[in-house]
């Protein structure tokens, strides 16, 4: 069974972005929140370019994943559109308006700033932290594999809470058996 990376709570999210604002690392604060939003993994960031996101309208994202990253082989896989908090859409507009790329650098200078508010910290952490809150918050299963674009409930199951034991089990029963969707949630569209 694999070993999954701690997820970051929200309390944890928001005491990382508030410290890399307050140090200027303002495109890295845009990376995190980006990541907590959309449930995306530190590759994930590296691979957006400014043209794969699109702010549709404030607090609305839309993001267009590709099969591969190298230009010539480049095919739409899905296109997925994200409600986000109005922060996080201005940042990412800003980010988008300045043309950059997340490179490893951005991601690498995330995971180490976010390492001194939470020491377990990996590249899934935000990935696995912002799933686990929106299951925690009554997400119900079909939001939660488009958000985590798994394909089966027992590896997002897994993804989640690790291995299946009793106490995981319970607490994978307790918050994801509501199949109650978050309004105004997440919609995704493939081509």
Do not use: N
């Amino acid at each position: 069974m694999p070993t999954h990376a701690p997820p970051i709570t929200l309390e944890q999210q928001r005491s990382i972005v508030k410290d890399l604002e307050k140090g200027g690392h303002e495109d890295v604060a845009t990376a995190a929140c980006l990541a907590w939003a959309c449930a995306l993994r530190m590759a994930d960031l590296r691979a957006l370019g400014p043209t794969d996101v699109t702010v549709v309208e404030p607090g609305l994202l839309r993001i267009s994943w590709w099969t591969t990253k190298e230009a010539s082989l480049r095919m739409r896989e899905s296109e997925m559109t994200y409600r986000v908090p109005m922060g996080v859409s201005l940042k990412v507009r800003r980010w988008v308006a300045r043309g950059l790329r997340f490179t490893e650098a951005t991601t690498r200078r995330l995971v180490r700033e976010a390492k001194k508010v939470f020491p377990e910290c990996a590249e899934h952490s935000w990935k696995r932290g912002a799933l686990q809150h929106l299951a925690k918050s009554g997400a119900g299963w079909e939001e939660l594999l488009l958000m985590a674009r798994h394909q089966s409930r027992d590896t997002l199951k897994r993804y989640l809470w690790g291995c299946l034991t009793p106490d995981s089990l319970r607490t994978a029963r307790a918050s994801l058996l509501l199949h109650t969707p978050l309004s105004g949630g997440l919609t995704a569209s493939s081509r």
